[in-house]
């Protein structure tokens, strides 16, 4: 069973940065698509970024121009940089993980922005 493991989420000031790293647990595991999601209190999950097989990528309207989504594909990781940091891009944060038949949900990483 292949685990999506997050990691990099925080407390972080209003116009700061984070960084989110997400990997899926098995070596063999081969990566297609990739994205972030983030679904804050009361609201529905929505798309933050996605980066395809080839490199291509999609942002949400909020977050464009301030994030940026990368992929290594040798450590089968995707990253989301996260710059100029607003309070309303507090939020859990969760990394979608897709192969050639399956899509992985890693847990949610809390980040939140103080004004």
């Known amino acids: 069973q292949v685990q999506v493991v997050e990691s990099g989420g925080g407390l972080v000031q209003a116009g700061g940065s984070l960084r989110l790293s997400c990997a899926a647990s098995?070596?063999?595991?081969?990566?297609?698509?990739g994205g972030w999601y983030r679904q804050a209190p009361g609201k529905q999950r929505e798309l933050v970024a996605q980066?395809?097989?080839?490199?291509?990528?999609n942002y949400g309207d909020s977050v464009k121009g301030r994030f940026t989504i990368s992929r290594d594909n040798a450590k089968n990781t995707v990253y989301l940089q996260m710059m100029s940091l607003k309070p309303e891009d507090t939020a859990v944060y969760y990394c979608n993980l897709q192969d050639k038949m399956w899509s992985y949900w890693g847990q949610g990483t809390q980040v939140t922005v103080s004004s």
């Open positions: 098995e070596s063999t595991f081969s990566l297609n698509n």
């Open positions: 980066i395809s097989i080839t490199g291509n990528t």
